[in-house]
């Protein structure tokens, strides 16, 4: 009896288990990445989407953009400098991350180096006992959520060692294990390709840096034409290409070399390395603080974010700090009134409003891969994902619940999950059955603003027409904008497709009231 009860509960164990891994080999994995894939570093870097760049040095004192070489120390005293004003500056901008150029050009370096005489410590400022990367990083510190960039000019034109291969290259790195050791925590260190046509001929050991770098702050990101870890996008105007791939081949990109602008710009989709393009434009014409210059109007630094995170970029914006020691009022009004536009603007999302439909799902329902994730605030690792081996159309739609109503809007928001690699080659836009929009890459983020005003209609389908794999949507949105009391709403008409012209032009609106269409 003994020996039957236990072949019962063995049997019985048995079916269990098989039920319980049939059971598991049911729940729908995960599609497979397309390489190459990001970093934690590059996703986090990715995810800050506006970050600040701070020009400041010998050149605020002289008026000029490239200095000498030749310029006295005794130039550089700004008598209020105040990092914490920057650090708030930053902030209220909704920026988290600040980039010091600790040295130009000119080779005048903004905290006590003991390598050169040429810095702060022989400046009035502070009686010589300044600290500029330092109070920058204290005044991080105390404020919270915000990290530390720092730039480092490989040339240099006051160091007479610079043409001179082994003695300036050990002097570069004898700089870099300073700032990076002395400083905390450094996000993204930036290597400026530029030089003069009259430069002396010098080989930068960039292979030597890097690993330095590395060795040093694991979890930075470097930035230089040629990565490893973010791109120069190829022009100094804010503006990525149409076509915007984060892969790349790096053995295609060298420093400092005119020639491959245009491959920066756009990426490839065939390309090995993942290495995303960061766009780096000022907010004045000049990069370092001019008293004859203003800050660029509302309606161009718009026009600027559209065309670099609205395009899968990172836009880096320099923000240059005045002879005083502090970003100018004007800078700073400007800056609240382009994070007071941002927020309004894409406050509100119509899609959540609507019913969801899609071609396909991966898994069927409840698989874990429904449309509902492209709702969510997960722009990373929820989304949609069709059927592997769907050969019909991959689409998904959101249409007005109410079919006696349409829906108004001017812009649609596009976002992959680019945790499992970029996809989309080609899309198209429809709305009630008319294409509207259409363009090549998504990434992690696509802003097509539409053209013609806003738009009257009842359906709206994103059709992904190519990709590389399964398209994966981690994201969509519909956007109404309007200047009207600085609120972004969301209207009903009619269900019949329908144009209207669109009263706000860009051009129109400057002032902090009003939010750009």
Request: a neutral charge; aromatic letters at 10%; glycine letters at 10%.
């Amino acid at each position: 009896m003994a020996k039957q009860w236990r072949s019962l509960c063995i049997f019985t164990f048995l079916q269990l288990s098989t039920f319980t891994i049939s059971r598991l080999e049911q729940v729908p994995t995960p599609p497979l990445p397309i390489l190459p894939l990001p970093t934690y570093s590059q996703l986090k870097w990715q995810q800050r989407e506006l970050i600040m760049f701070l020009h400041f040095g010998v050149n605020t004192f002289t008026d000029s953009e490239w200095g000498t070489g030749h310029e006295s120390p005794a130039i550089f005293n700004p008598v209020g400098l105040d990092a914490n004003q920057w650090v708030k500056t930053a902030s209220d901008a909704g920026i988290s991350l600040v980039v010091l150029t600790a040295k130009h050009h000119d080779g005048f370096c903004l905290w006590p180096s003991k390598y050169t005489e040429h810095s702060v410590g022989s400046s009035p400022w502070r009686s010589g006992h300044g600290d500029v990367v330092q109070e920058l990083v204290n005044a991080a510190t105390t404020h919270g959520g915000i990290d530390i960039g720092l730039y480092l000019s490989p040339w240099d034109r006051h160091d007479r060692r610079y043409g001179h291969e082994v003695a300036y290259n050990q002097y570069y790195l004898a700089q870099l294990q300073e700032l990076l050791s002395r400083y905390g925590s450094v996000r993204e260190i930036w290597f400026d390709g530029s030089k003069g046509p009259n430069a002396p001929n010098m080989s930068y050991y960039f292979a030597d840096w890097f690993s330095m770098v590395k060795e040093l702050q694991s979890t930075i990101n470097i930035f230089s034409d040629a990565g490893p870890d973010v791109r120069w996008v190829g022009n100094e105007q804010g503006f990525a290409g149409s076509t915007s791939w984060s892969t790349i081949n790096r053995s295609s990109l060298s420093i400092g070399n005119a020639s491959i602008e245009g491959y920066l710009n756009t990426g490839d989709p065939q390309g090995t390395d993942w290495l995303p393009p960061e766009c780096d434009v000022s907010i004045r014409n000049g990069w370092f603080w001019h008293k004859s210059e203003s800050p660029k109007k509302l309606s161009t630094l718009l026009e600027i974010y559209y065309n670099s995170v609205g395009r899968n970029c990172v836009l880096l914006l320099n923000v240059p700090p005045n002879s005083t020691g502090l970003i100018s009022q004007a800078d700073v009004q400007r800056l609240r009134e382009l994070r007071g536009a941002i927020d309004t603007i894409f406050s509100s999302n119509l899609a959540e409003n609507c019913s969801i439909k899609v071609s396909s799902q991966r898994g069927g329902k409840g698989g874990g891969f429904g449309p509902a994730n492209v709702l969510d605030s997960d722009h990373l690792w929820t989304y949609w994902a069709p059927k592997d081996g769907d050969k019909e159309e991959h689409w998904i739609e959101f249409r007005g619940r109410d079919e006696t109503k349409g829906l108004r809007f001017n812009v649609i928001r596009i976002q992959e999950a680019i945790g499992l690699g970029q996809r989309i080659k080609k899309h198209e836009i429809y709305v009630d059955g008319k294409m509207v929009a259409n363009g090549t890459t998504v990434g992690y983020k696509r802003l097509h603003r539409l053209e013609g005003g806003v738009l009257h209609g009842q359906i709206v389908r994103i059709k992904l027409e190519d990709s590389k794999g399964v398209p994966l949507i981690s994201s969509i949105a519909g956007i109404k904008m309007t200047r009207h009391l600085n609120t972004t709403r969301i209207c009903c008409v009619n269900r019949t497709f329908e144009k209207v012209e669109n009263p706000f032009r860009p051009q129109d609106v400057e002032t902090k009231s009003m939010t750009m269409l």
